[in-house]
């Protein structure tokens, strides 16, 4: 014959939860119960504060504002990156992507088209995300640039530009280093931004 003795959640011996077996022998076995007491939420503590340097395995680099300023460098890309993702919000202008390295930012060499629905036209002095410098659009893209060969770098899209009406736009283009290593990324625009901001992620 075996008898039972329970020691659940509430007994101040064991807050974890055992079952205690003893047989007739006087023998004694314990094993865990079922249930298994949760981990506490830790969302609202200030101890243990959301990571902000890895999101889906991306690194995060920064964040800078675009209001009054033509462009903004973003450096420190390592030499193995596979994608650097750019993320605008609200740029009310067209944003220009280009590369660079330690001697200096590229401003000719990128193979780019970009257009709406009716026509396209080909650009070679960075990557364009969208067309026209009207200030009425506002440009709320992420943009991903691919590094398909050691030296290359191709970047495609769709995305939607507008304020009170959307206009959507198509844009493709590589870039093939033929210097150093790529280790910079620069935004910039034909005017001054008159808002918006950016962000920069690499894997």
Do not use: W
Request: net charge negative; proline share 3%; glycine share 8%.
């Amino acid at each position: 014959m075996v008898s039972h003795k329970n020691i659940d959640d509430d007994d101040r011996q064991d807050s974890k939860g055992v079952r205690i077996t003893i047989d007739t022998d006087q023998a004694v076995t314990i094993r865990a119960c079922c249930t298994t007491p949760s981990k506490p939420d830790t969302t609202d503590d200030e101890s243990s504060p959301a990571p902000v340097q890895e999101a889906h395995g991306l690194t995060f680099v920064e964040e800078k504002e675009l209001t009054g300023k033509e462009y903004v460098t973003f450096t420190g890309i390592p030499s193995t990156v596979k994608t650097i993702r750019v993320v605008f919000y609200n740029a009310n202008l067209t944003p220009i992507i280009r590369l660079g390295d330690a001697s200096s930012v590229k401003s000719s060499g990128y193979q780019c088209v970009v257009g709406d629905y009716y026509s396209l036209s080909r650009k070679t002095d960075g990557f364009y995300i969208g067309e026209g410098g009207s200030t009425s659009l506002t440009c709320r893209e992420t943009v991903d640039i691919q590094r398909s060969e050691s030296n290359e770098f191709v970047l495609s899209g769709t995305g939607a530009m507008g304020r009170d009406s959307s206009v959507t736009y198509y844009y493709a283009g590589s870039y093939i280093a033929t210097g150093p290593t790529i280790d910079r990324v620069q935004v910039r625009a034909s005017a001054a931004f008159a808002s918006g901001s950016v962000g920069l992620f690499y894997l």
